[in-house]
């Protein structure tokens, strides 16, 4: 999982995170018996930094900073193959996306960064016209990640199919939508 | 449709069919319009978080999917969905609100008035309970179809996906009772990579490839989706995967209404054929000849 702490520097284990991210995540962490089916199951386990059933052993010992600091949350696309096999009916998607939240609010260094602005830049299109403008995501995050000319191939590409629209479509009612969003901001998510 | 529940279906169309999907919407409509069941359109509809909201906040991908089953509710209509993950996130957010209190107070905070009730179907479900043998005017003879759930049509953790997560069998049904030719392949459940496709492509083009290995080893001449962004995956990274996997051919990647419309007498030029990346010409032959 880990290369192993010296004697000299012993493991920051916190024994009440676990419980944290059982309420977050609405799922029984404590149940994993470490069958390790999820990773065998999971698309996208060679590209993680942290095995889906090594991530669950790892939230039961309470090794907050490891699993904070883990690329693999970010790389879950909940496909949900974890979820529908695990024979203890964890959907270990939810944990994954309760820990990939946490990280996201403790004030640390973002993991996996790129991925992140993908997904901001996607809800930001929701939050201006209550639905997802493709074009202006792509475009938002290209130019945020310096990549606009790399990216602009496949939007041409697109746009020559039809398949781009340019003009947003939005909703009517669309303070309607804001309001779920300041709802979640008053609570302090993100 | 309206024997099929006791409440009329308000088609939600998701963002991605206005956009990258419109192939997809445009041969929804048709296929609808062609058996004749009339669905009015989920007025003033929002997305519904897509694997966005759940990214960053779990009450927020409860949340925008709700607005929109208070707009059913307000209907008296049931939700009727195309895109996989429209359909994902809302039976999702209709489970997680119906057994959660947090959630449905929040929601009700948020100015939601959602009561529940309200059911979330997808149009594969639909037309497995319409007579469709009966009304096929141009049976998808002689096409060899790779039926492709990818990942969120059939495995909903709780409430349950469309079919079997393992062994589903719906669309090959469909597809089937419109004349063509099934394939029994590996790929059928496997992940397209989502969004990684825009955020790690070297990862999303490798899942990608996987799928279309075990395709055209089932000798398909096409592979059929319901989901907006497996078909936009398996269609725009292919180029790149067959240059690396040295396929002989490239596969188009149909949408599965694209298949029903022409199998109830759909002119062609009516299923945004043009919006895709790989041609669909071969595929056109294949059921020409
Ligand atoms: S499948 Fe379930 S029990 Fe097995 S390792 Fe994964 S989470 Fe733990
Ligand atoms: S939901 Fe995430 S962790 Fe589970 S199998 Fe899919 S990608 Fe892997």
């Given at each position: 999982m880990q290369p192993r702490e010296s004697a000299a520097q012993p493991v920051q284990r916190d024994h009440s995170w676990p419980l944290a991210i059982e309420a977050a995540s609405g799922e029984r962490v404590g149940l994993c018996f470490g069958c390790?089916?999820?990773?065998?199951?999971?698309?996208?386990?060679?590209?993680?930094?942290?095995?889906?059933?090594?991530?669950?052993?790892?939230?039961?010992?309470?090794?907050?900073?490891?699993?904070?600091?883990?690329?693999?949350?970010?790389?879950?696309?909940?496909?949900?193959?974890?979820?529908?096999?695990?024979?203890?009916?964890?959907?270990?998607?939810?944990?994954?996306?309760?820990?990939?939240q946490a990280s996201l609010t403790t004030g640390r260094p973002v993991p996996r960064v790129d991925i992140q602005r993908f997904h901001r830049w996607f809800l930001r299109t929701v939050w201006m016209f209550g639905r997802a403008h493709e074009g202006l995501l792509s475009a938002g995050y290209s130019l945020q990640q310096g990549r606009l000319l790399q990216d602009l191939s496949t939007g041409l590409a697109l746009m020559r199919h039809g398949r781009l629209a340019l003009w947003p479509h939005t909703v009517r009612r669309q303070r309607e939508v804001r309001r779920l969003f300041r709802a979640i901001a008053q609570r302090g998510g993100r | 449709m309206q024997a099929v529940g006791q409440k009329p279906l308000a088609l939600y169309p998701g963002c991605s069919l206005l956009s990258t999907g419109a192939a997809y919407l445009a041969s929804v409509r048709e296929t609808l319009h062609l058996l004749g069941l009339a669905v009015k359109d989920l007025t003033d509809w929002n997305c519904c978080g897509a694997s966005s909201a759940h990214f960053v906040d779990p009450e927020l991908a409860v949340l925008l999917p709700a607005r929109n089953l208070a707009i059913a509710e307000a209907m008296g209509a049931d939700v009727l969905t195309a895109c996989a993950a429209c359909h994902h996130r809302m039976v999702q957010a209709e489970h997680d609100l119906s057994t959660s209190d947090t959630m449905a107070r929040a929601a009700m905070e948020a100015g939601v008035a959602y009561r529940g009730g309200v059911r979330v179907r997808h149009l594969l479900s639909v037309l497995d309970e319409t007579d469709l043998p009966g009304r096929i005017r141009r049976p998808l003879k002689g096409l060899r179809v790779a039926?492709?759930?990818?990942?969120?049509?059939?495995?909903?953790?709780?409430?349950?996906?469309?079919?079997?997560?393992?062994?589903?069998?719906?669309?090959?049904?469909?597809?089937?009772?419109?004349?063509?030719?099934?394939?029994?392949?590996?790929?059928?459940?496997?992940?397209?990579?989502?969004?990684?496709?825009?955020?790690?492509?070297?990862?999303?083009?490798?899942?990608?490839?996987?799928?279309?290995?075990?395709?055209?080893?089932?000798?398909?001449?096409?592979?059929?989706?319901?989901?907006?962004?497996?078909?936009?995956?398996l269609d725009l990274l292919q180029g790149a995967a067959a240059t690396r996997a040295g396929f002989e051919r490239l596969l188009p990647v149909v949408f599965f209404t694209q298949l029903t419309a022409l199998a109830l007498g759909a002119s062609p030029r009516r299923l945004g054929f043009e919006q895709h990346l790989v041609e669909v010409r071969p595929m056109m032959a294949a059921l020409a000849g």
């Open positions: 390790g089916i999820c990773t065998g199951s999971c698309p996208l386990a060679s590209a993680m930094d942290l095995l889906p059933s090594r991530l669950m052993k790892a939230v039961q010992l309470g090794l907050r900073e490891r699993v904070l600091g883990a690329t693999a949350p970010y790389l879950c696309v909940a496909c949900e193959t974890c979820a529908v096999r695990c024979p203890n009916g964890i959907d270990v998607a939810r944990v994954m996306d309760a820990v990939r | 039926c492709y759930y990818g990942c969120l049509l059939v495995r909903i953790p709780r409430s349950g996906g469309i079919d079997d997560p393992e062994n589903p069998g719906i669309m090959e049904r469909v597809l089937g009772a419109c004349g063509a030719e099934v394939a029994d392949w590996q790929g059928r459940t496997w992940c397209c990579g989502a969004s990684l496709a825009a955020t790690a492509p070297e990862v999303a083009g490798d899942l990608v490839q996987r799928v279309l290995v075990q395709a055209h080893r089932a000798g398909a001449d096409c592979i059929a989706t319901a989901c907006p962004l497996c078909q936009l995956n």
